[in-house]
T-cell receptor, first 113, second 115 residues
Framework: DAKTTQPPSMDCAEGRAANLPCNHS???????VYWYRQIHSQGPQYIIH???NNETNEMASLIITEDRKSSTLILPHATLRDTAVYYC??????????????FGTGTRLQVTL | GAGVSQSPSNKVTEKGKDVELRCDPISGHTALYWYRQSLGQGLEFLIY????????KSGLPSDRFSAERTGGSVSTLTIQRTQQEDSAVYLC?????????????FGDGTRLSIL
């Protein structure tokens, strides 16, 4: 799976948009970009994923650059409950067997009042 | 709707004892995954199931670790003769199938402590 690079930490004021960047310059054409987050003492929570197009759901938006070498997770109106470690993961495409998720060190997002 | 359920949430046991960890996946999910997370570490893949079969057992750390799944639903991860290095949070995830465009949904894990 392609390696990802994320800043170790970020701060965001409550109510503002949180923009979390991820670099995945070695991504292959069939690899998906996934975002998860983990709040202390809980299991990882799925946020969103995409292949080529930008995606939006009730939690967040995912913007993938045209060359697919980087992406940005956007939390439109951050709240204190969004404080967590956010993981950007590149997952190999369908090969007939399951592909594991490989979590890096992620970005620790601190939302403040 | 119910998510992935794991039990027990916490387990403390003495070195050398056997432990059994249970995972109840989301209803209808055919793929089930086991990971573990040691303190301050990333997730380590252990094993996955497609239905009741486990095509890839390469992530199991030693032959003391085994897992089974019956009826295409509940899975148990068994650790025999536990060692202190087995202390970790054991996480289970499930997805509708093994396809990579389907996200894995995680439970909150079992925190295992070996004394």
């Amino acid at each position: 799976d392609a390696k990802t690079t994320q800043p170790p930490s970020m701060d965001c004021a409550e109510g503002r948009a949180a923009n979390l960047p991820c670099n995945h310059s070695t991504i292959s054409g069939n690899e998906y970009v996934y975002w998860y987050r983990q709040i202390h003492s809980q299991g990882p929570q799925y946020i969103i994923h995409g292949l080529k197009n930008n995606e939006t759901n009730e939690m967040a938006s995912l913007i993938i650059t045209e060359d697919r070498k980087s992406s940005t997770l956007i939390l439109p109106h951050a709240t204190l409950r969004d404080t967590a470690v956010y993981y950007c993961i590149v997952r190999v495409g369908n090969t007939g067997t399951a592909s594991k998720l490989t979590f890096g060190t992620g970005t620790r997002l601190q939302v403040t009042l | 709707g119910a998510g992935v359920s794991q039990s027990p949430s916490n387990k403390v046991t003495e070195k050398g004892k056997d432990v059994e960890l249970r995972c109840d996946p989301i209803s209808g999910h055919t793929a089930l995954y086991w990971y573990r997370q040691s303190l301050g570490q990333g997730l380590e893949f252990l094993i996955y199931f497609q239905g009741n079969s486990a095509p890839d057992k390469s992530g199991l750390p030693s032959d003391r670790f085994s897992a089974e799944r019956t009826g295409g639903s509940v899975s148990t991860l068994t650790i025999q003769r536990t060692q202190q290095e087995d202390s970790a949070v054991y996480l289970c995830a499930s997805s509708p199938t093994v396809l990579s465009n389907q996200p894995q949904h995680f439970g909150d894990g079992t925190r295992l402590s070996i004394l």
